[in-house]
C-alpha cells in the first residue's frame, strides 16, 4: 500500500499546526492529535500509514502510544516516527530500536525533516527503480543541517559555506571571469548532480547582510536549481515585499526586530502582524528566488565551486527548466554590449542545432522573428547571417542565440553541412536524460517510443478508455521515467479507473504527486492533482492545488469553479 496519509502527535498546537499544512500542502491528508489518547482515538477512526509522535507526551507518553497503535487496525502496518529534543536523543534512539520505528528526529520540530520522511516511504514503496527523484536523507546529517538556513542566520551560513571544506579535490570549482555563470549551469545540468554551488562575488560593492562581499549558495538536484541562498541585504523577503510596495521599511524594520528576537521567520512573523496575506507572500518568496538566482548571471568576476549534497526541503522552489532560466538571466542581466562581445567569436561559425537541446526553446512563447531565427538552424548559415534584420529585433536574436550557445543547443563548426539538417521536432521528446555525449541513438528512440506511447494514452483517455490510457501512460513512464507529466496521466487514469481499490487509489495520488513536483509550472499537471485530490475528499489539498492552477493561469474556469465549490467544503472528520 503507497502511503499517503500523516498522523501528527505534537503536544504544541503551533507546531503541530504547522506540520499538518506542510505536509497538506504536499498532497497528502494529515491529522493532528495533541495527546496520546487523542492520538489513538484518531487513529482507530481512521488509520493512517504514517505516524509522528512526539516521546514526551502528557499522559500517555510517546513510546506508550505507539505500543497502542500497533493493536489498533491498521497499526501493525503504519510506519512509526518517534521525535524529541536533543537531551533525549539517546532514550530516543533506543525506544525507536524497541518499537521497530522507521527512524527519529532529533532537536526541533522541523516539518521539512518530516516530510521528507513521507516522501522517502512514498518512493520507496511506489516503483523505487523508476519514480524520481532519488531517495533524500532524512535531514539530521551535519551537511544538511549547515545548509538548512533560516532567514535571520542566513548572511552568516552562506558565509561560512565557502570554507567548510566540503568539496572532494576534483569538484567543480573555478573562477566566473574564465566561465561563464551559465556555462557552470550546464555542466551541473549534464552531470544531473545533486548539491550546493557556493558562489563568491568580486568586487561588488552591494551591501551584505554579514559585511563581507555577495555570497550565495544555489542548491541543485539532479542537475536542477531548487533555491538559493544569499547574503544580500536588498535579496531578503523584507527588502523584496518594500519594493513590491506592499509593505513600507517601518514594517521591515519592526518584523526585523522579532526576527531577531528569536519569533520566527520574516515571512510568519509578517503574517502574524496582518502586514501581508499567504498569497502575497508566496508571490514574494518565488520572485525572490527567481531574483536571486538571475543576478549571479550579471556577475564578471568571482570565484565557484560545487560540494555533492543533498538539498534541503523549501516551501518554495525555482521553478525554471535550466533553458528559460540561462535565456531569462541573458536578457534580464547582462548589458547588451556585454552579450554582443561575448558571441564575437561565434558569429562566423556555422550554427548546427542539437535537437534535443533546441527544442525546449521551440515551445517556449517567444517573439516572431526569434522563432523565424531557430527554424533557420540548419547547419548551413552562420548565426551572423542569421542574427540579421532591423536594429530593434537583432538584439533579441542576438540575446537568443547567446543563450543557445550557452546551453549547447548548436554546435559551431566551420563549414557548413552538406545537407540542410530538417524540420525539427516540437514534441516532449526533446527533453534531454543524459549528457549529449552520451545519449546513445538507442536512447533517443526509446524517448521517441515514450511519446508515441503518450499519444496513444491521450487519445484513449479522449474516449473513456481509461484502462486502455492506464496501459498507454504506464509504458511512457518506464520508456521515460524523468518526463512528470506520463506520471500525472498515469496517475489521474489510474484514480479514474481503481479508484474503488484503496491500494490502487494510494498508488494513484502518489503518481500524480510525484510527476506534479517534476514538472511544477504545467498547469494542466495541477489541475489533474486538483480532480483525484478533490474525489479523496482531501479539501485542503484540492484547494492548494487549484491554485496553483490560478498561479500559473489565472483565467482558469475549472479552476475558479473548482475554488468556489470548495468554499463551503471542510475536511471530513
Known sequence: MVSSSVLVVIPDDDARSRVVSAVERAGYACVGAATGEAAL??????????????????????????????????????????????????????????????????????????????????????????????????????????????????????????????????????????????????????????????????????????????????????????????????????????????????????????????????????????????HQLRDALEYQQEMKVLDVFGWSAGSFEFADMDPPQETVTLEMSLFELVLRGVRERIPPPRVVELIGPALDRFAIPVPDRLAPFRRMELAPECHTFLSGLDGRQTLRSLIGGPPTSRMTITELAYALVCVEAVELHDAPLEHSVSQLPSTPSARPTAPPGELSAVSKQLLDQAVDAFRVGEQALSRGAFGEAMQAFAQATTLDPDEGLYWVYLGYCRHAAHSHIPDEADRALAEVVAGCRLVPRIAVAHLLRARVLRDRQKWAAARNAYERVLHLDPDDPEALDGLRALGALSEPS
Open 41 to 278: 482515538d484518531a487513529f482507530v477512526q481512521q488509520p493512517t500509514d504514517i505516524v509522528f509522535t512526539s516521546l514526551r507526551l502528557p499522559g500517555r507518553d510517546g513510546a506508550a502510544t505507539v505500543e497502542s497503535l500497533r493493536w489498533a487496525p491498521g497499526g501493525d502496518t503504519a510506519h512509526m516516527v518517534l521525535l524529541g529534543a536533543v537531551a533525549d536523543a539517546s532514550a530516543l534512539q533506543r525506544e525507536a530500536a524497541r518499537l521497530g520505528a522507521l527512524t527519529c528526529l532529533v532537536g526541533e520540530v522541523n516539518p521539512a525533516d518530516m516530510l521528507r520522511v513521507v516522501e522517502g516511504v512514498v518512493r520507496r514503496e511506489l516503483r523505487p527503480d523508476s519514480i524520481p527523484p532519488p531517495p533524500m536523507d532524512i535531514g539530521t546529517g551535519d551537511e544538511t543541517r549547515r545548509y538548512t538556513l533560516t532567514e535571520s542566520s542566513e548572511g552568516a551560513a552562506v558565509e561560512r559555506h565557502l570554507g567548510s571544506g566540503l568539496s572532494a579535490p576534483d569538484a567543480l570549482q573555478g573562477r566566473l571571469s574564465d566561465v561563464p555563470f551559465a556555462s557552470v549551469l550546464v555542466q551541473i545540468f549534464e552531470s544531473r548532480a545533486t548539491g550546493a554551488l557556493a558562489l563568491n562575488s568580486a568586487g561588488d560593492p552591494r551591501s551584505t547582510t554579514t559585511g563581507e562581499s555577495p555570497k550565495k549558495v544555489i542548491f541543485f538536484r539532479r542537475g536542477v536549481p531548487q533555491s538559493v541562498r544569499s547574503n544580500l541585504v536588498d535579496e531578503c523577503l523584507g527588502q523584496v515585499l518594500r519594493r513590491r510596495g506592499i509593505i513600507d521599511q517601518s514594517v521591515v524594520d519592526d518584523s526585523l526586530l522579532r526576527v531577531r528576537a528569536g519569533q520566527g521567520r520574516q515571512g510568519a512573523i509578517l503574517l502574524a502582524m496582518g502586514a501581508i496575506t499567504p
